[in-house]
């Protein structure tokens, strides 16, 4: 995506069926005008749709939708050119389907009664190109993640030097490679590349997948 001047909102488009939290959620998320919602959606073709017009930088998914639901919208959406990075919004009763919209790849699961704070600061990560926990979502995924045996053995931790170590433990954070290579006095492209060496040594997909086995090994 276009990097956005430093001092212009992060462009977001927001999806769920639900006119009253959309409108919730729209003057939480531009209150401090860091962030402004350029489109609203009402299902997944919606959501789509807006995408492609707008362009935004950031994507915020309500999983249950009619019609073209959140799933199917997001595997859509990972196949546009240059998607932008998409978080799910969901309430502990859905919990569930984190595991589903982590296979998909999304770079984010955030909770519908996160501090208004919090979601700011979500959205303004993931447009800066990291990932983002709710803790407490992660504190219910975690016990499944490791009783399905999706998570990496200690040995598989112990493959990794070091350094990617202090990387996974940034990525763990929720910090972009940016900000990674800001706090270790590492240029962004050698972060990239120990960021790509965490992902294989670790068999993630994706920086949120590696920051739970992260979170599920101790880390961070």
Do not use: C, W
């Amino acid at each position: 995506m276009t990097a956005r001047p430093h001092d212009s909102p992060v462009r977001i488009v927001l999806a769920d069926d639900e006119p009253l939290l959309r409108a919730g959620l729209r003057v939480v998320l531009e209150a401090e005008g860091t962030v402004e919602v350029v489109a609203e959606a009402a299902d997944g073709a919606e959501l789509l749709e807006a995408v492609r017009r707008h362009r935004p930088q950031v994507v915020l998914v309500d999983v249950q939708m009619p019609g073209v639901d959140g799933f199917a919208a997001l595997r859509a959406l990972s196949k546009e050119p240059d998607p932008p990075p998409a978080a799910v919004l969901t309430t502990f009763d859905l919990d569930g389907y984190v595991s589903e919209a982590l296979r998909i790849g999304v770079q984010g699961f955030l909770l519908k009664d996160a501090e208004p704070a919090a979601l700011v600061r979500a959205v303004l990560d993931l447009a800066a190109g990291g990932a983002v926990l709710d803790p407490r979502i992660t504190a219910r995924l975690l016990p499944r993640f490791v009783a399905g045996g999706t998570g990496p053995a200690p040995a598989q931790l112990d493959e990794l030097t070091l350094r990617e170590r202090q990387v996974l433990t940034q990525i763990a954070s929720g910090h972009s490679n940016a900000a990674i290579g800001e706090n270790l006095g590492l240029a962004e492209a050698t972060v990239k590349k120990y960021v790509s060496a965490v992902l294989a040594k670790l068999g993630a997909q994706n920086r949120v997948q590696a920051a739970l086995l992260a979170q599920g090994l101790g880390v961070g």
